[in-house]
């Protein structure tokens, strides 16, 4: 039974430019939802996907968006990079958008220099 | 404001010994708290829970809720060196933002051998 999984693991990037990471969520799940985690810190909730459409969202601007396929899988897309941005990003999956108990990947390592 | 603070933010065992971790919360509308586990960078699921005074075990960890006075805690009796990792501690609140988990810092367990 595969978990949840996400690419690449880690990736550095320059201010300005724009990231996409990506995540498929485990078998039988069809809502994922994206966090940030910055050194030191718990995560932080980023948004949700349900039924491909963006259900909740935290407190994020706007270069923060993102995609939910048929499939289930989801990207996450950061443009206009700032040095902030540097930080694990977690996907986390869930049967239903009402479940709260929430399986998460690996994460994926952004370094923005 | 919303907010989930873990106490203490780390501490340093020997095996065998028992340890408990705090968790107190400031949210309106609370539905449910969930522990985690995050020993390098996927959290795993622990514990859910939502009513008060009933105890949650698996093994040697236990929790329990205390919606009164809002806080939970984390119980592991003879801890192991497999126990060290992050223990996370995140609130849920009402109906509909179930993929939001508040996530308090963290308690940073490392057990000595």
């Known amino acids: 039974d595969a978990g949840v999984t996400q690419s690449p693991t880690h990736l550095i990037k320059t201010r300005g430019q724009q990231v996409t990471l990506r995540c498929s969520p485990k078998s039988g799940h069809d809502t994922v939802s994206w966090y940030q985690q910055a050194l030191g810190q718990g995560p932080q909730f980023i948004f949700q996907y349900y039924e491909e459409e963006e259900r909740q969202r935290g407190n994020f601007p706007d270069r923060f968006s993102g995609h939910q396929f048929p499939n289930y899988s989801s990207e996450l897309n950061v443009n206009a990079l700032l040095l902030g941005d540097s930080a694990l990003y977690l996907c986390?999956?869930?049967?239903?958008?009402?479940?709260?108990?929430?399986?998460f990947g690996s994460g994926t390592q952004l370094s923005v220099l | 404001e919303d907010k989930v603070v873990q106490s203490p933010l780390s501490l340093v065992v020997h095996e065998g010994d028992t340890v408990t971790l705090n968790c107190s919360y400031e949210v309106t509308n609370f539905r449910s708290l969930l522990w985690y586990k995050q020993e390098k960078k996927a959290p795993t699921f622990l514990f859910m829970l939502t009513s008060s005074g009933i105890e949650k075990k698996s093994g040697r960890l236990s929790s329990i809720l205390d919606k009164k006075e809002l806080f939970s805690i984390l119980n592991i009796t003879a801890t192991q060196t497999g126990d060290s990792a992050v223990y996370l501690c995140?609130?849920?609140?009402?109906?509909?933002?179930?993929?939001?988990?508040?996530f308090g810092k963290g308690t940073k367990l490392s057990v000595k051998p």
């Open positions: 995140a609130v849920v609140k009402s109906r509909g933002s179930q993929g939001n988990l508040i």
């Open positions: 986390a999956s869930s049967w239903g958008a009402d479940n709260e108990k929430l399986f």
